[in-house]
């Protein structure tokens, strides 16, 4: 496993963009699927977006799918999710996630990945 820290969440109008960073720990950082999930209140967690070890494959829940893009810095251990053109109803604590890298399509259920941050709050004002 490794620590992830969250950062960059805040309170926006909607329409605006926010970047989150999730930065992880150790020197393996490229031998794990990262993902981001979110979680609203009175909600079960969501997956928002995933990008392989290297970021050339990623993929992302039908609600962000052309808004919201997750990329990757191996050299800097750190995944972002650069989120445009915001809506009230991405409101959220925002969650980074790691798993060792797997075979096959990237994991979307929170399930499958063993390593969280502590979560990162986003707040879009209508």
Known sequence: ??????????????????????????RTFNYYVMGWFRQAPGK??????????SGGITTYAASVKGRFTI???NTKNTVYLQMNSLKPEDTAVYYCAAVRVVLG??????????????????????
Do not use: I, K, M, N
């Open 44 to 53: 079960e967690r969501e997956f928002v977006a995933a990008a392989g070890w």
């Open 71 to 73: 990329s990757r810095d």
């Open 105 to 126: 399509v990237l994991p979307t259920t929170s399930r499958a990945y063993d390593s969280w941050g502590q979560g990162t709050q986003v707040t879009v004002s209508s």
């Open 1 to 26: 496993q490794v620590q992830l820290v969250e950062s960059g969440g805040g309170l926006v109008q909607a329409g605006d963009s926010l970047r989150l960073s999730c930065v992880a720990s150790g």
